[in-house]
């Protein structure tokens, strides 16, 4: 039953700022690696940050300097912070977690947010 939650995307004029956070919830041994992806329309699911549970950040050239990438491990949350935003930058956010679920097997899954709207525009 791991589930993960997004909040924080909405309307933002260019210029602005947004911050979206993705909680990760249910029957979880540990959580690896986080990330966030993104989809315009017409256009491949593109990344746009991850980062290690040791915090270890990779961003895509597209926004770095502007977007930062951070994670709270004892609450299982990954944050983007998205600043000086720009129309480019409209598009559905995905937050992914790779983790180890509790269970037998205990062997790591890939596991996708809803995805959450992100629009730039004035």
């Known amino acids: 039953q791991v589930q993960l939650v997004e909040s924080g995307g909405g309307l933002v004029q260019p210029g602005g700022s947004l911050r979206l956070s993705c909680a990760a919830s249910?029957?979880?041994?540990?959580?690896?690696?986080m990330g966030w992806y993104r989809q315009a329309p017409g256009k491949q699911r593109e990344l746009v940050a991850t980062?290690?549970?040791?915090?270890?950040?990779n961003y895509s050239d597209s926004v770095k300097g502007r977007f930062t990438i951070s994670r709270d491990n004892a609450e299982n949350t990954v944050y983007l912070q998205m600043n000086s935003l720009k129309p480019e930058d409209t598009a559905v956010y995905y937050c992914?977690?790779?983790?180890?679920?509790?269970?037998?097997?205990?062997?790591?899954?890939?596991?996708w947010g809803q995805g959450t709207q992100v629009t730039v525009s004035s």
């Open positions: 249910g029957s979880i041994l540990v959580i690896n690696d």
């Open positions: 992914n977690a790779q983790l180890i679920p509790l269970g037998v097997g205990l062997n790591e899954d890939d596991y």
């Open positions: 980062i290690t549970r040791s915090r270890t950040t």
